[in-house]
């Protein structure tokens, strides 16, 4: 069974970054795609960004590209999503997730098999 350990979240102003972190642990982890999604209150999960642990692509919300990055390092098991130029509108809980469902697209959390816990982002001054 795959775990993820979200951290790097808090309370941070506006303009300001952010830099979020996924442990993840398992059997077979390099068969599983890996996805950040988030949630604010109120509303739908929402996919970020995505990523797999072989090869250079990457993948964005057509809304969100070009404030956040996603990267891995396979070292250390561990995927980052990089958020710049905060929002009040970035206000949510940011989830890991890693899945390996072919019938979805990377985009859908029904792709997704294991979640971690969530990670607080607050954009506030």
């Known amino acids: 069974q795959v775990q993820l350990v979200e951290s790097g979240g808090g309370l941070v102003q506006p303009g300001g970054s952010r830099k979020l972190s996924c442990a993840a642990s398992?059997?077979?982890?390099?068969?599983?795609?890996m996805g950040w999604f988030r949630q604010a209150p109120e509303k739908e999960r929402e996919f970020v960004a995505a990523?797999?642990?072989?090869?250079?692509?990457?993948y964005y919300s057509a809304s969100l590209k070009g404030r956040f990055t996603i990267s891995r390092d396979n070292a250390k098991n561990t995927v980052y999503l990089q958020i710049n130029a905060l929002n009040v509108e970035d206000t949510a809980v940011y989830y890991c997730?890693?899945?390996?469902?072919?019938?979805?697209?990377?985009?859908?959390?029904?792709?997704?098999?294991?979640w971690g816990q969530g990670t607080q982002v607050t954009v506030s001054s």
């Open positions: 990523i797999r642990w072989t090869g250079d692509e990457t």
């Open positions: 398992g059997p077979t982890l390099s068969t599983y795609a």
């Open positions: 997730a890693a899945g390996s469902s072919s019938w979805y697209p990377l985009t859908s959390p029904l792709k997704y098999d294991y």
